[in-house]
């Protein structure tokens, strides 16, 4: 069945990143997958975590930082990262701020995030 989503649901969170969710367990309801649009300002960064969930990032501008187990890796626009559940994770910006989306497999929930 087709379903048209009429808009993104904004979901609160601290220091400044706004995270707009189009599909998943908040905005539609769907808990297989969640699918967000993200900005995050210059300098921005979260705590460590280990999502028990993949997830795909598809940066559209600026720079995200992606720290782990093997060292940090930089992603521009136009590049995209995938992150394994289970690994240990911090994601932060650069000094131009980031705006990307993310696909998350299961969708995201704050209990399957893990944050340390």
Not at 6 to 22: M, N, Q, S, W, Y
Not at 47 to 73: I, K, M
């Amino acid at each position: 069945m087709v379903r048209k989503i009429e808009a993104a649901t904004r979901i609160p969170v601290p220091g400044g990143k706004l995270i707009d969710e189009h599909v998943g367990r908040v905005n539609s309801g769907d808990e297989a997958v969640s699918i967000a649009h993200m900005v995050a300002p210059p300098g921005w960064d979260e705590p460590a975590q280990t999502p028990s969930f993949t997830e795909y990032t598809v940066v559209l501008r600026g720079t995200l930082l992606v720290e782990h187990a093997n060292g940090t890796v930089e992603v521009t626009a136009g590049q995209s990262v995938v992150t394994e559940p289970g690994e240990k994770i911090r994601y932060s910006t650069g000094p131009d701020g980031a705006e990307y989306i993310a696909v998350c497999l299961p969708a995201f929930s704050p209990d399957a995030a893990n944050r340390i």
